[in-house]
Structure formats: C-alpha cells, structure tokens
C-alpha cells in the first residue's frame, strides 16, 4: 500500500519514519519531496583515458571526485551524482521509492538512472544520479526540490534491514 499524506505524517509523528530536515510544505499528496544539498560527484578523467572501464574491477568511488558547491552545471549527455539534504530513516516495513519530478523531466533532467529503491531500514542520505538529456546545459543549484520519495508498508518487516545489512548504508 502507498502511503497519503496522510499515512506520511502520522508515521512522522510516531517516529517510525524520519526525515531531516524536512519542513511541511515538502509534503505532497503521496510523497516528500527531496532537496540536493551541496554534494556533487562528478567523473575523475583519469578513470576513462584507457576508452573503456571494466566494472568487474572499477567501482564508483574510483571514478568519481566529490566536489562542493552551491551549484553544478551539467553538460548535454553528462553524469553527476548528488547527494539529498535530507536523511531519510524507515522502519524494516516501510520502502521508499524515488522519483523525479516532471517539471525537471520536461527539461530533460533525468534524477535517477536506476537506483531508485530506498530500503527498508534505512537510514542514510540518497545519492542521485543525475543526468542531462538536454541539447542545452542546465544548472542546479543545492536546495532545489528535483527528486521525490514515494513510500510503500511491506507486507512483512524485513529480515535484512539495509542500515544493518546495506555495503554502503552507512557512508551516505
């Protein structure tokens, strides 16, 4: 089940589910939305001066730099990462699923590739991967609202909550 408005802010209150910062007019309809925060992780050019990169020896945090600023501007067809201000916690029942939004999407913003799952149990920031299908360059800026955080009540609690069990959960 979706959980309303409604659902969001009783689990807020109880506690159950967490985000910081968050303030109510982030809250919509059936989801929070999400701000970046000053964290951009953008391509080292090292990591492709060979043409190709094999990602069964490659991992991120090899080919990525992390940059900080109050504003990244994205090139046609370029790749960043961002990070959300707000830390998102749920409970081992509760899942999270990240979406863009569409007045970026008309743009030709995409906010997430792939990596749209927030586990259950977590309790971390999201990382975003951010990309520009834009023929122009668009600039972003830390506080803008591009991403948005749908939550589903599982059926059962999970056995492997991902703060506990995540590889990365607890770096983010």
Not at 5 to 34: F, M, N, T, W, Y
Not at 112 to 119: G, N, R
Request: proline fraction near 5%; charge should be positive; glycine fraction near 8%.
């Amino acid at each position: 089940m979706i959980l309303s408005d409604q659902d969001i802010r009783k689990e807020l209150k109880s506690g159950r589910i967490r985000i910081a910062p968050l303030e109510a007019e982030q809250i919509g309809p059936a989801s929070v939305d999400l701000t970046l925060s000053t964290d951009w992780y953008c391509f080292r050019k090292e990591c492709s001066k060979h043409g190709s990169v094999d990602l069964r020896d490659t991992g991120f945090e090899r080919c990525f730099l992390l940059k900080k600023g109050r504003e990244m501007v994205l090139k046609p067809g370029e790749l960043c990462l961002g990070k959300t201000m707000e830390r998102i916690t749920l409970p081992d029942d509760i899942m999270g699923r990240l979406e863009g939004r569409s007045r970026y999407a008309r743009m030709g913003l995409i906010i997430h590739t792939t990596s749209a799952l927030v586990q259950p149990g977590s309790d971390n920031r999201q990382v975003l991967e951010i990309v520009n299908l834009a023929p122009f360059s668009i600039r972003l800026h830390s506080g803008m609202r591009v991403s948005q955080v749908v939550f589903e009540r599982l059926e059962s609690p999970t056995t492997k909550p991902y703060a506990k069990f995540g590889q990365i959960a607890t770096k983010q």
